[in-house]
Nanobody, 129 residues
Framework: QVQFVESRGGSVQAGDSLRISCTTS????????LAWFRQAPGKERECAAS????????YYADSVKDRFTISRDSVDKMVFLQMDSLEPEDTAVYYC??????????????????????WGQGIQVTVSS
């Protein structure tokens, strides 16, 4: 049974940092591309960051580049999102997701939600100005 246990989100001030995490189980972690999507009220879900199954390649949305860092821990089967210099525009529900990458190049990440098989329940992050 696939399970995602997500850390708590929080309410922070603009300029603060926050790290969120997702502990996974029930699938072969090393075969999956991982990502953090986010959805703000009234907006479509977007891929904020993704990381290849090998950890060698990452993708960041332009809006978070140079502020967010995605990483993965293959021992504890976790994925992290370090968020620095947070802005009110980062307010959203954040979802961790896993997409099957068996046979895929270690340089590939996915950014389309349809490519992801498993999803967490979401973490609310609120940034106040």
């Amino acid at each position: 049974q696939v399970q995602f246990v997500e850390s708590r989100g929080g309410s922070v001030q603009a300029g603060d940092s926050l790290r969120i995490s997702c502990t996974t189980s029930g699938f072969t972690f090393s075969n999956y591309i991982l990502a953090w999507f986010r959805q703000a009220p009234g907006k479509e879900r977007e891929c904020a960051a993704s990381i290849s199954w090998s950890g060698d390649s990452t993708y960041y949305a332009d809006s978070v580049k140079d502020r967010f860092t995605i990483s993965r821990d293959s021992v504890d089967k976790m994925v992290f999102l370090q968020m620095d210099s947070l802005e009110p525009e980062d307010t959203a529900v954040y979802y961790c997701a896993a997409g099957n990458a068996r046979g895929i190049s270690p340089a590939i990440t996915y950014i389309d939600p349809i490519q992801y098989d498993y999803w967490g329940q979401g973490i609310q992050v609120t940034v106040s100005s």
